[in-house]
């Protein structure tokens, strides 16, 4: 079954313990991103890769890292968590990236991160 | 800094109406468009993407662009209570990598 596995789902934390969300796909998928969402900001990126070892930042990627080392896996994470982390992150795969490609993005379940 | 703009809703319909649902973008090179529906604590599913002017038809759904007004909507015929959700509109840019989100219109469907 073609999927995009995060994990943790859920997670509380506290402020300053690093944490690595994890995020694997097994549709041999070349573009990777991670986006947050907020009650009344919608869903913001992140972190983004085109490839392996090629990645680079989305709207919103202060406060985390990222790394591309295999195709399938796009970890994210939280050097030094703080309380405005506190959000739901969703891990997303394409075939290719955006911009002219007709290849729709497949999100994961989703990871609840609670930052206290 | 690319937009997407969205009416939060919510958008109430009763069921057998039909949904119209609207989203407005700023960068005028956005090539790609793509609705997506979010139930609540679910992920985003892609319902429907277009590329070019004009209407594309899938079932009950219909998405429809307009690039030199900078305007996508989607329609939902014979609305279902079962698309009671949140509705994304998202854009990319030409040679982007990046897709930019909508806030989302919540639509309810009264039975």
């Known amino acids: 079954e073609a999927q995009v596995t995060q994990n943790p789902r859920y997670l509380i934390t506290v402020t300053g313990k690093k944490l690595t969300v994890t995020c694997s796909q097994n549709?041999?998928?070349?573009?990777m991103s991670w986006y947050r969402q907020d009650p009344g900001l919608g869903l913001r990126q992140i972190y983004y890769s085109m490839n392996v070892e090629v990645t680079d930042k989305g709207d919103v990627p202060e406060g985390y890292k990222v790394s591309r080392k295999e195709k399938r896996n796009f970890p994210l994470i939280l050097e030094s968590p703080s309380p405005n982390q506190t959000s739901l992150y969703f891990c997303?795969?394409?075939?290719?990236?955006?911009?002219?490609?007709?290849?729709?993005?497949?999100f994961g379940d989703g990871t609840r991160l609670s930052i206290l | 800094q690319k937009e997407v703009e969205q009416n939060s809703g919510p958008l109430s319909v009763p069921e057998g109406a039909i949904a119209s649902l609207n989203c407005t973008y700023s960068?005028?090179?956005?090539?790609?468009f793509f609705w997506y529906r979010q139930y609540s604590g679910k992920s985003p599913e892609l319902i429907m993407s277009?590329?070019?002017?004009g209407d594309k038809e899938d079932g009950r759904f219909t998405a429809q662009l307009n690039k030199a007004s900078q305007y996508v909507s989607l329609l939902i015929r014979d609305s279902q209570p079962s698309d009671s959700a949140t509705y994304l509109c998202?854009?990319?840019?030409?040679?982007?990598?990046?897709?930019?989100f909508g806030k989302g219109t919540k639509l309810s469907v009264i039975p």
């Open positions: 998202a854009v990319n840019g030409a040679g982007s990598y990046q897709l930019t």
């Open positions: 997303a795969s394409s075939f290719q990236g955006g911009g002219g490609s007709n290849q729709p993005q497949h």
């Open positions: 549709m041999n998928h070349e573009y």
């Open positions: 277009i590329y070019s002017n």
């Open positions: 960068d005028r090179g956005s090539q790609s």
